[in-house]
């Protein structure tokens, strides 16, 4: 596994952002599940993997930032640690990644300004639910 065995670290004086140099939006856990599922199983398990992760995802993705730009560090914290580990179990590398190093800077206060934080979530969870659906066709 590619994730780092320490925190991430917060970033000084503002957001982290997601990174682009990532090697890949996907890690190998979706391999490793495709290669234990049968062929005639895959298309619908992770159909409905990209189904229910959608539909939790996205809603605690908006509280996320409604919680950030409201200055709940609790509940900030609380929905970037949720994601970062549902994004991981899906194998979301990069989305993972960025969730865990907002939850390290959600563990300080004041939290640094939103600075356009729900736009940018919402980017990079279309990125990895685009790179999730190949899987499902």
Same mark, same amino acid.
């Given at each position: ?30 391999q490793e599940l495709a ?6 199983? !895959?298309?619908?398990?992770? !159909? ?19 919680? %950030?730009s409201a200055g709940d ?24 990644? %960025? ?24 980017? !990079? ?13």
């Open positions: 596994m590619s994730f780092p065995l320490s925190e991430p670290e917060a970033p000084r004086g503002g957001l982290p952002s997601p990174n682009p140099a990532e090697p890949a939006v996907l890690d190998e856990r979706m290669n234990i599922v049968p062929d005639g199983e !895959q298309k619908a398990l992770f !159909q409905e993997l990209l189904t229910m992760y959608r539909e939790e995802s996205l809603p605690r993705l908006r509280l996320l930032a409604a919680a %950030w560090i609790v509940k900030a914290k609380s929905e970037a640690h949720f994601l970062a580990g549902s994004s991981a179990n899906l194998g979301l590398r990069r989305l993972a990644d %960025w969730l865990r190093a907002l939850e390290v800077v959600a563990r300080q206060a004041p939290l640094p300004p939103a600075d356009g934080l729900l736009p940018k979530l919402e980017a !990079q969870w279309l990125e990895a639910c685009a790179a999730f659906e190949v899987y499902a066709r």
